[in-house]
């Protein structure tokens, strides 16, 4: 893995080549999703089945595009008990994390004849897309339904691609029915969507939807934004290990091609104050890469998106390690606690060697949906707060609006609103009339 | 104002209308936006000052871009010295309202070498957009800038259009003054939004863009989101007002006309169970609208979007209130508090008959920038949570690892990934290679 020094120049460089893996670099995309989205808003279902047939080569119609209970219990048939058992554990961490994200609604009587207050009420209608395919996708079924469940969801619809024979993975329909997902529909893709934004005959209107896609599916979600709303756009997964010399060089490598292995668009990132374990890295990995089973991923990846970085002080490491905003962060260094007090932009931070980032994949309980490509520095991860809305509650008596009404009157009338000046009026004059 | 009875069809087609006021319904503006955008990107500030020159008639140039302390001071002499007072007093509210939401950090160390937590960091630099025009909009500005101040943003950069003779409204300056804003832009429309998501010579990028516009820049937050992220798409503005036969006729008709003088696709309905009500509204309507300075914006917003709706009983009127989940609601009836408890989509709810809506847009404290047209379902008001962002943080011991450590491995096997089982496993065997 190259070795590369930090300076303004070489930092511009690197920071440009990690945005050319982000989905808003597919634009040329767009046009065909617009159509997509088009066609399944005017056509509905009749449009989703075609589109089904000529992408996922699977003949789904209304009588089949369900899952249906026989089918879940074939899927249970197929998946390992230990494996099994192993989700139960994670859906409780996951479970146990996200109901300390859980806010209540608050409300401020402090001030004679005054309620001011927020209502949080849950979403009602969520829609949750699962990646179809080979690879599986457990423990982002887990991550997307669970803070839902926790928030209070009324309806959480989930649509996932089905293969050729119009199945779907079997992994996929045990862990939603372990989140406590009932409803489940054999279609992905921009057109799947599509019908969540806007419903068709098959598959409801939804109020927010979640979940991981292709770039078909980011785009998409990024189209349909403002009709309902999205979690957030995914781009491909990165880590970024922050280190001094104090850190296990084997520990680091392992944790860096554990990123890499995801897709050719990963990144891995090391940035470290010293060249001694840099070195050490770069040998560590090496004597790895032969006997990880997807060998050719990663070196793709660690090619085009890899980076040994060397700071000339923990400063600038930090300086760095906050500008790439990266969707993992480890710190591994003398007092990574307190290093952390330092970071502004991470999805998610793993402190300490033994915090090994895919101890969060799975079984930590913090959700494992992160922002991405920098987008750390103003999206969060997916959380309750993504299954809740908040409304404003204000509450005065007439006692309480007497005191302020000639105010409100005068600021009304400066900004030329005559009518809202009238609606404050009337309530204490009788007579009044602008 | 016309009269209807609720029904299914008539429930149907008042939605379908509300929903033509809708930005989405306007892309065919994108192309020019997205063109604009385009522009800007690849050709900075020489673009930003062509469309100043273009769309405002105004010769800006980097020389007088930003607005400077004399413009400032200037603007100071220029607002009367009342209005500067209430403004005060509407900044005190609005900061101690929004202090309120502040969420902390927060930490579980209830477990035994395991450290789980949620970091809460303000978003380094946001953007805050303010129409310009012969408008004001002193409220807006501190409604869009206290919440970021109260967050903790490091900097707050505004952009606004200026006059044909390159001027800024000097309430629009005391206002930012006020709220503690001291960067500000003089460009607008969607080259302005452009600018802040990816930065010319003048204007720096942002990370995050609040604030309303017109159709233009609510088509550009929509294109640069995901490059930056933006707090909504605000749609012309709303009130539903849930009364029963108890509520004061006068105050209800008072409310509708203040909402629709806004412009003429606001949006002023009435859900009542009481005819007569509904008919004494009417009347109290026509008494009031010729007084008012607003009265043809006014008139052709009612008859295009305004409705006396009459529900067969309080279940029913409620159940259309969730349906049109308005940006304000205002609630008149025997028992209000309890009725609350039954709205699930509103932006601000007031609540009782001395808790008119313009009390909200400038001096209870909640904000003003509310979900509009719908989205209430799924946005929430403008608030602190808007300005910060999370991270997760893990922290494991070795003994906390080792307890779950088989599991992670089984669990990243059975997802087909050998190099995440792997960075778990080599930190309890020395000699481990998958």
């Given at each position: 893995?190259?070795?590369?020094?930090?300076?303004?120049?070489?930092?511009?460089?690197?920071?440009?080549?990690?945005?050319?893996?982000?989905?808003?670099?597919?634009?040329?995309?767009?046009?065909?999703?617009?159509?997509?989205?088009?066609?399944?808003?005017?056509?509905?279902?009749?449009?989703?089945?075609?589109?089904?047939?000529?992408?996922?080569?699977?003949?789904?119609?209304?009588?089949?595009?369900?899952?249906?209970?026989?089918?879940?219990?074939?899927?249970?048939?197929?998946?390992?008990?230990?494996?099994?058992?192993?989700?139960?554990?994670?859906?409780?961490?996951?479970?146990?994390y996200h109901t300390k994200q859980k806010q209540?609604?608050?409300?401020?009587?402090?001030?004679?004849?005054?309620?001011?207050?927020?209502?949080?009420?849950?979403?009602?209608?969520?829609?949750?897309?699962?990646?179809?395919?080979?690879?599986?996708?457990?423990?982002?079924?887990?991550?997307?339904?669970?803070p839902?469940?926790v928030a209070?969801?009324?309806?959480?619809?989930?649509?996932?691609?089905?293969?050729?024979?119009?199945?779907?993975?079997?992994?996929?329909?045990?862990?939603?029915?372990?989140?406590?997902?009932?409803?489940?529909?054999?279609?992905?893709?921009?057109?799947?969507?599509?019908?969540?934004?806007?419903?068709?005959?098959?598959?409801?209107?939804?109020?927010?939807?979640?979940?991981?896609?292709?770039?078909?599916?980011?785009?998409?979600?990024?189209?349909?934004?403002?009709?309902?709303?999205?979690?957030?756009?995914?781009?491909?997964?990165?880590?970024?290990?922050?280190?001094?010399?104090?850190?296990?060089?084997?520990?680091?490598?392992?944790?860096?091609?554990?990123?890499?292995?995801?897709?050719?668009?990963?990144?891995?990132?090391?940035?470290?104050?010293?060249?001694?374990?840099?070195?050490?890295?770069?040998?560590?990995?090496?004597?790895?890469?032969?006997?990880?089973?997807?060998?050719?991923?990663?070196?793709?990846?660690?090619?085009?998106?890899?980076?040994?970085?060397?700071?000339?002080?923990?400063?600038?490491?930090?300086?760095?390690?906050?500008?790439?905003?990266?969707?993992?962060?480890?710190?591994?260094?003398?007092?990574?606690?307190?290093?952390?007090?330092?970071?502004?932009?991470?999805?998610?931070?793993?402190?300490?060697?033994?915090?090994?980032?895919?101890?969060?994949?799975?079984?930590?309980?913090p959700n494992?949906?992160?922002?991405?490509?920098?987008?750390?520095?103003?999206?969060?991860p997916?959380s309750v707060d993504d299954f809740i809305?908040?409304?404003?509650?204000?509450?005065?008596?007439?006692?309480?609006?007497?005191?302020?009404?000639?105010?409100?009157?005068?600021?009304?009338?400066?900004?030329?609103?005559?009518?809202?000046?009238?609606?404050?009026?009337?309530?204490?004059?009788?007579?009044?009339?602008?």
């Amino acid at each position: 893995m190259r070795i590369i020094e930090l300076n303004e120049t070489s930092k511009k460089n690197i920071l440009e080549n990690l945005l050319k893996r982000s989905p808003n670099q597919y634009e040329a995309y767009a046009n065909i999703v617009d159509q997509i989205i088009k066609d399944v808003r005017n056509n509905g279902d009749k449009a989703l089945f075609s589109y089904t047939k000529e992408f996922d080569k699977a003949d789904i119609n209304e009588a089949n595009i369900k899952v249906t209970e026989e089918e879940i219990k074939k899927a249970y048939q197929q998946v390992d008990n230990k494996l099994l058992e192993i989700l139960r554990k994670a859906k409780k961490s996951i479970e146990e994390y996200h109901t300390k994200q859980k806010q209540n609604s608050w409300f401020d009587a402090s001030k004679e004849g005054i309620i001011l207050g927020q209502k949080v009420t849950p979403i009602e209608k969520v829609g949750v897309y699962v990646p179809g395919g080979k690879a599986a996708y457990l423990s982002t079924v887990l991550m997307d339904v669970i803070p839902a469940k926790v928030a209070g969801v009324d309806r959480i619809v989930m649509v996932t691609p089905p293969d050729t024979k119009g199945e779907v993975y079997a992994g996929t329909l045990v862990a939603a029915s372990e989140a406590g997902v009932t409803e489940i529909y054999k279609v992905g893709g921009a057109q799947a969507i599509a019908a969540l934004a806007f419903g068709t005959k098959s598959i409801p209107k939804v109020d927010k939807i979640v979940g991981p896609g292709n770039i078909y599916v980011a785009l998409a979600k990024k189209a349909v934004y403002g009709h309902v709303s999205i979690d957030s756009i995914a781009g491909p997964s990165e880590i970024l290990i922050l280190a001094d010399e104090t850190a296990n060089p084997r520990y680091v490598a392992a944790d860096l091609l554990s990123q890499a292995e995801h897709d050719e668009l990963a990144s891995s990132i090391l940035v470290t104050t010293s060249r001694k374990l840099a070195e050490e890295v770069s040998t560590e990995i090496n004597k790895f890469l032969e006997s990880l089973s997807r060998r050719d991923i990663i070196k793709k990846s660690l090619d085009n998106y890899g980076y040994l970085l060397l700071a000339k002080n923990m400063d600038e490491a930090i300086e760095v390690t906050n500008e790439i905003a990266s969707e993992h962060l480890e710190i591994m260094t003398k007092d990574p606690f307190m290093d952390m007090t330092r970071i502004k932009n991470a999805g998610a931070i793993f402190i300490g060697e033994y915090s090994s980032e895919p101890l969060g994949d799975y079984m930590a309980g913090p959700n494992h949906t992160l922002p991405t490509n920098g987008t750390a520095k103003f999206f969060s991860p997916l959380s309750v707060d993504d299954f809740i809305k908040k409304s404003s509650i204000i509450s005065y008596t007439k006692e309480a609006l007497e005191k302020v009404h000639k105010d409100i009157e005068a600021f009304a009338l400066s900004e030329g609103l005559s009518a809202h000046a009238n609606s404050i009026a009337v309530r204490f004059d009788e007579n009044y009339s602008n």
